[in-house]
Nanobody, 128 residues
């Protein structure tokens, strides 16, 4: 069973930054594609960013240039650095894991279904 625990959410004004963290296991990092999903009230869950076991990264168009996904293999921790936050980034953010590698160039936004395991979520609220 994949174990994922998020932290780092909070409230920030537009233009601000937050960093989300996700603690998981060494096995998860070496086997799964891990990433971040988000779900705003009244909207479907969407993919935000992901990173494969080989380090290949994927981003939704809406966050490219503002968000950076990374992982620290020594700490078995996944990160999402979010800069220049906008009110439309307000959502519950979930750390998630998918069972296989994604083809290069995959559009991650509609790929929430691919991630079979996710954590409890952490709230991000951006005010204007």
């Amino acid at each position: 069973q994949v174990h994922l625990v998020e932290s780092g959410g909070g409230s920030v004004q537009a233009g601000g930054s937050l960093r989300l963290s996700c603690a998981t296991s060494e096995y998860t990092f070496s086997t799964y594609c891990v990433g971040w999903l988000r779900q705003a009230p009244g909207k479907e869950r969407e993919g935000v960013a992901a990173i494969d076991s080989d380090g290949t990264t994927f981003y939704a168009d809406s966050v490219k240039g503002r968000f950076t996904i990374s992982k620290d293999n020594a700490k078995n921790t996944l990160y999402l650095q979010m800069n220049d936050l906008k009110p439309e980034d307000t959502a519950m953010y979930y750390c998630a894991a998918g069972p296989a590698r994604l083809p290069p160039g995959t559009d991650i936004a509609p790929m929430a279904w691919y991630f079979t395991d996710w954590g409890q979520g952490t709230q991000v609220t951006v005010s204007s």
